[in-house]
């Protein structure tokens, strides 16, 4: 860690989005395989209310943030490809630090967005949600071209990442489902064929894949959904509902299978592949082939973010703005 100072938003205890406060602390230094970054815009995600919840347990004070993007401040030993001032997009999400002027993370994990047409607050948007969807559908998922997709929360950051990257895989039917009225007409402009309410998806027929971040009843219920041999991702539990179990047997006698995807532990574990979604995904944004709906507001109004992120009212993706570009 250097001597130099800089502006952050920290968890200095857990608990509700008060607890967020405006900081200075050390400016961190890129070591082996890592870069900095100097932060333009970071991505606010529900992730990040875990931490500040305690769900996860994080050393205090934390400075949340898994997404970013910027321009490369420094090189750490061993890296190459990437120069001083370049422009990039990238995931934080190992050891987070991203609501902070500067961050920093492994070069595995960094698009460069040099030669793009991407604006520096769309391109904080897509690290976390976009390279989730096209993970989970892909790899985890293994869809197959002309599969049927059921997603839930359909409205939200992953959601609306989640239904154009089954459309791009070559999904057939993809159905997302939204937990009111009001975000309908919101989620059917990513990519959906049908947007149900959450409380309707008995009728909605079966799927060969189900993701499911949502948890409680709908996890119940998603099973349910699967044809033979259909795959049901899980991946949160947004509702807050207890865990939901799930009989091994019945797996075993109707065919179906249940996986688990949690962006964190597998960008530690596979950082180039994770790398490689997020590519694809930036590659896929600037061809207009993966839209994202974004509301920017300043660093300042975390507090807010947070909030509007728990309370489940948002659709599209927040993004925080830490430095004028």
């Known amino acids: 860690m250097s001597n130099a100072q800089m502006k952050a938003v920290t968890i200095p205890e ?3 989005a008060d607890v967020l406060r405006l900081d200075t602390v050390a ?19 529900f992730a990040e209310v875990l931490y500040r919840q305690g769900v996860v347990d994080v050393p205090l004070p934390f400075v949340p943030g898994i997404e970013v993007s910027g321009r490369i401040r420094a090189l750490g030993p061993g890296v190459e490809g990437f120069s001083v001032g370049q422009p990039v997009a990238a995931l934080t999400i190992v050891d987070s630090g991203g609501y902070a002027e500067v961050v920093t993370t492994s070069a595995g994990l ?7 047409d991407l604006g520096l607050e769309l391109a904080a948007a897509l690290p976390s949600n976009s390279t989730t969807a096209f ?12 599969e049927s997709v059921l997603v839930h929360a359909a409205a939200g950051g992953v959601g609306s990442q989640l239904g154009q990257a089954a459309r791009l895989l070559g999904a057939g039917r993809v159905v997302g489902t939204v937990g009111s009225p009001a975000k309908v007409e919101a989620a059917k402009a990513f990519g959906y064929d049908e947007v149900i309410l ?14 499911d971040m949502v948890g409680g009843p709908t996890r ?3 099973l349910d959904r699967l044809a ?3 795959r049901m991702v899980v991946m949160g539990n947004a509702s807050g509902a207890e865990d939901v179990g799930m009989s091994a047997n019945e797996l075993w006698f109707t065919n179906k299978t249940v996986s688990g995807f949690n962006l964190a532990a597998y960008a530690a574990a596979h950082a180039s592949d994770a790398g490689r979604a997020l590519r694809r995904a930036v590659e896929a944004a600037v061809g207009g082939k993966l839209r994202t709906q974004v509301e920017v507001l300043p660093l300042e109004r975390a507090v807010e973010a947070h909030r ?5 009212s948002t659709t599209g993706k927040l993004v925080l703005q830490v430095a004028r570009v």
């Open 228 to 230: 033979p041999m259909g």
């Open 27 to 45: 400016v961190p230094e890129p070591g082996p395989g890592q870069v900095s970054i100097d932060v333009a815009y970071a991505g606010a995600n």
């Open 14 to 16: 857990f608990g509700p």
């Open 110 to 116: 960094v698009a460069p967005l040099d030669g793009h």
């Open 135 to 146: 993970l989970v559908l892909d790899r985890v998922a293994r869809i197959e071209p002309g």
């Open 198 to 211: 959450r409380e309707d998806v008995a009728g909605a027929g079966e799927f060969d894949i189900v993701v």
């Open 220 to 222: 119940r219920a998603s």
């Open 308 to 312: 509007r992120i728990e309370s489940g």
